[in-house]
């Protein structure tokens, strides 16, 4: 079994019953973490030094259409309404599965690449099993840790069938990608509910069209409702569902950039804060956002603030209602338990998994250097390296590159 001892840093665990920050180092045994605290013992191990740098759990982005990364920033100057009519009215359809496979393993590495070690890749792009199998090899290929959301072209049924096909692995998950209430008659999205029940599977989907359709109470009605349960966005939905998305341990995964800049609807940030919930992060499409997790945890952050502000007695709030750290806990644990992933990632500590992220990042406050980070100098994914010396390993990215440009050139045809 490998052993590997980061030594000296600054670490940010995430565990709830240790130090925000705390000076210590991290022993990882094969694919998990041994051990965190001060002089642990390296004997046969790797040792790395890391002083002056801030460790912590690899970051999660919940919600990502990495299908996508090969038309990234063509969507620019795009509404909501251009990106639906334009990329999936127009584009999707000329995906081959080839398109698939790059585009999903240059996201995956540009995710690794910024320190995100676990990806949520909300896959609606299947036209073919073998275009659904495609985008899986990416997936694998890549090396990050992704939960695979299956879906289908917002014109197509929905195929139980091929969720059944589909075959997980070691950092592999299989969940749904399902319409959801807002865009399904209420028998269809308790179908698709139950039928994500009955397999132990995430059910993922869009809220933004809107205030809740008659498919939500259906939903409810059901006792559909669950730890399970992803809504992305969450635009439209009221106080009262917020309430029953909370109270039923739901998760709600915002992608901040995204929504204030396409028109999806303002980040619901607060109202979750408001009755003891917190979101989860993604940022959506390549296309259109930078795909930085980071990015997204900071305007998160700015958006929960600015409601605060607005809604203090006099021309802004004497105090920060919302902490640096609650950003970052958006960006890690809670991301692991939006894609169910709570008891593996999210945290370090012993016995989870050993995705971590090395930033080369110092200041008086290392939640906020590590917030603030631009620099991820090293990434591990289950205890072996995907990042050292600030690149990317086990990769050919010039041929990656030459692929993606093939790619985009035939789909902006």
């Not at 669950?226 to 917020?242: D, I, K, Q, R, Y």
């Not at 993604?282 to 930085?292: F, S």
């Not at 990042?361 to 050292?388: C, Q, T």
Request: glycine content about 12%; some cysteine.
């Amino acid at each position: 079994m490998s052993r590997v001892l980061l030594r000296g840093a600054q670490v940010i665990t995430m565990a709830p019953d240790r130090p925000d920050t705390e000076r210590a180092d991290v022993l990882v045994e094969g694919d998990r973490i041994a051990a965190v605290g001060e002089g642990l013992d390296g004997t046969g191990a790797e040792v790395v030094d890391v002083t002056d740098r801030i460790v912590l759990p690899g970051l999660v982005n919940a919600h990502l259409h990495t299908w996508q990364t090969a038309l990234r920033g063509v969507g620019a100057d795009w509404t909501l309404a251009d990106y639906l009519g334009r990329l999936h009215g127009s584009v999707a359809p000329r995906y081959r599965p080839e398109d698939m496979r790059i585009g999903t393993l240059a996201g995956a590495l540009s995710q690794l690449d910024r320190g995100t070690t676990t990806v949520g890749d909300w896959c609606h792009n299947t036209l073919t099993p073998d275009h659904t199998d495609a985008a899986l090899d990416g997936l694998r290929a890549s090396g990050v840790r992704g939960v695979f959301l299956y879906g289908t072209p917002y014109s197509a049924a929905y195929p139980l069938r091929d969720v059944d096909r589909l075959r997980g692995g070691p950092l592999l998950t299989i969940g749904m990608a399902i319409r959801g209430p807002q865009l399904s008659t209420p028998d269809t999205a308790v179908a698709d509910f139950r039928a994500a029940a009955e397999r132990g599977l995430v059910a993922s989907m869009h809220q933004s069209g809107g205030e809740p359709g008659p498919g939500w109470e259906a939903v409810r009605a059901a006792g559909l409702l669950s730890p399970a349960t992803n809504v992305v966005h969450g635009a439209g939905l009221t106080e009262e569902w917020f309430k029953t998305l909370v109270d039923a341990g739901a998760s709600v995964t915002c992608t901040p950039e995204n929504e204030l800049g396409q028109g999806h609807g303002w980040p619901v940030i607060a109202q979750l804060l408001r009755l003891g919930g917190a979101p989860s992060l993604g940022t959506d499409t390549d296309a259109v956002t930078p795909a930085d997790v980071l990015s997204a945890a900071r305007i998160a952050l700015a958006c929960g603030r600015h409601h605060d502000h607005r809604e203090a007695p006099g021309p802004f709030s004497l105090e920060a209602t919302i902490t640096a750290k609650q950003a970052l806990a958006w960006a890690t644990v809670e991301g692991a338990r939006a894609l169910g992933l709570a008891d593996r990632v999210g945290r370090l500590e012993p016995g989870l998994q050993a995705d971590l992220v090395v930033l080369d990042s110092f200041g008086p406050d290392p939640i906020a250097a590590a917030l603030y980070a631009r620099d991820v100098e090293a990434v591990m994914v289950a205890g072996r390296w995907r990042k050292r010396d600030h690149a990317l390993l086990d990769v050919d990215l010039g041929a990656v590159r030459e692929r993606v440009r093939e790619s985009a050139a035939h789909l902006a045809g």
